[in-house]
Each structure stands twice: as structure tokens, then as C-alpha cells.
């Protein structure tokens, strides 16, 4: 079974400094894909960053960067010169990718980042 | 600008009443997923369907949940009868097949049961 593991309770950063969000996830399968999403207070989800198993290059989308570690099992999220509006939920979630995984995107629990002004 | 669509944005009701909401996802995304999210419990899924067919309902339960795709482009998530315990917001997401596409989801259904 997969399971993703976000222990962080909350984290505060201060403006345009950068920040880490930890992750780390368990699947005996080897082929698998890693994502973040961000919730802020308004409700919706945004697809922020993908990685898969086998990308031998950390992912990266602007100012986020995905720091994976397979051995560690670990894909923590990095965000760079943070800002106001990054306050908000994160999560990071798994999906099987083999031939005949299943579509299941398996989510954290979440991790609440405010960045001070 | 395409994007997953849900109905209804707020509903609130009482215990015992039956409870429809609606998700369009966007057009051609043959994959569609209802997850529930609660403070406690976070975001789980409750049942996907691909090319309309059901795949897993198993993180639903069954005898007041029912989850359907009566065409491509609409999904319906019934509750009947609600209860408290329901009270959620409830995710529709859609996506093409291929394995490393991301879900977009909708805004949400705020569902409160008194």
C-alpha cells in the first residue's frame, strides 16, 4: 500500500527567504510519481510540481523545486524567495505508474506554511 | 481556459435529506475522481471511473454513497440520507490516462449537514 508522511505541523518563513517542505512515502513499486499541490485559503487545489521515479534530474517549475531523494524515499519541496501569496496548504501525493497501476492519487495529510512579511 | 466545474459551491442541509453534487469534468479527461477532505481525515478518495466505468469505490461508503458518470461529461456523488458526520468538502478531478498527468481539480462542494 502506498502511504505519503508529511510531519511538518506548520512551518512560517520570512519573505523571499526559501523554504523546505518534507515528504517522505512508502510503495514497494518501482515505478511511481511524486506531486505537490497547493490549497491556500480560498479553497482550490493547484498542481505545483511532478516527479517521476526513474527522472534522473530533480524536478523544477519556477521557483519550486522538487529535492528527491529515492533511496531516503524523500521528495521535499523547495520553495525559493517565498512570498505572501505562498501561504497556504501543501501537500504531496503518489501515484503507482507501472503497466497496470492503478489511477489512485495518494494524498499527505498537509503541511501549513505562512510567510511573514 | 479549461476546467473541472462543480455544483453545487455551498450546500447546506438537514440530517436525513438526500444530497446530489455535480462535477463536469473538462472535456477529454477519460479519468474522474470524488475525494472527500476533512480536518481530520485530510483529503481520501472515495471513487474514480475511467471511460465512465467504475474503477474503485472502496474508500465510500456504500450504503448511503453512490457515486455515477451518466455521460463523459457529467459525474454525480449522491448522499442519501446525509448526516453530520458528512459534513465536508468534496473534490471532483479529472485527468487524461496517461500516467504521469496531473489531476485538476474542481473548486469544491462545501458540504455542511446540520
Known amino acids: 500500500a502506498q502511504k505519503i508522511t508529511q510531519t511538518q505541523p506548520g512551518m512560517f518563513v520570512q519573505e523571499k527567504e526559501a523554504v523546505t517542505l518534507d515528504c517522505t512515502y512508502d510503495?514497494?513499486?518501482?515505478?511511481?510519481?511524486l506531486f505537490w499541490y497547493k490549497q491556500p485559503s480560498s479553497g482550490e487545489m493547484i498542481f505545483l510540481i511532478y516527479q517521476g521515479s526513474y527522472d534522473e534530474q530533480n524536478a523544477t517549475e519556477g521557483r519550486y523545486s522538487l529535492n528527491f531523494q529515492k533511496a531516503r524515499k524523500s521528495a521535499n519541496l523547495v520553495i525559493s524567495a517565498s512570498q505572501l501569496g505562498d501561504s497556504a496548504m501543501y501537500f504531496c501525493a503518489m501515484r503507482e505508474t507501472g503497466p497496470g497501476a492503478n489511477s489512485k492519487l495518494t494524498f499527505g495529510k498537509g503541511i501549513t506554511l505562512s510567510v511573514r512579511p | 481556459d479549461a476546467r473541472v466545474t462543480q455544483t453545487p459551491r455551498h450546500k447546506v442541509t438537514e440530517m436525513g435529506q438526500e444530497v446530489t453534487m455535480r462535477c463536469q469534468p473538462i472535456?477529454?479527461?477519460?479519468?474522474v475522481f470524488w475525494y472527500r477532505q476533512t480536518m481530520m481525515q485530510g483529503l481520501e478518495l472515495l471513487a474514480y471511473?475511467?471511460?465512465?466505468?467504475?474503477?474503485?469505490d472502496s474508500g465510500m461508503p456504500k450504503d448511503r454513497f453512490s457515486a455515477e458518470m451518466p455521460d463523459a461529461t457529467l459525474a454525480t456523488l449522491k448522499i442519501q440520507p446525509s448526516e453530520p458526520r458528512d459534513s465536508a468538502v468534496y473534490f471532483c478531478?479529472?485527468?487524461?490516462?496517461?500516467?504521469?498527468?496531473?489531476?485538476?481539480f474542481g473548486e469544491g462542494s462545501r458540504l455542511t449537514v446540520l
Open positions: 472535456l477529454g479527461h477519460n479519468t
Open positions: 478531478a479529472s485527468r487524461l490516462a496517461r500516467n504521469t498527468g496531473e489531476l485538476f
Open positions: 471511473f475511467r471511460n465512465r466505468a467504475p474503477l474503485d
Open positions: 510503495t514497494s513499486d518501482q515505478s511511481y510519481g
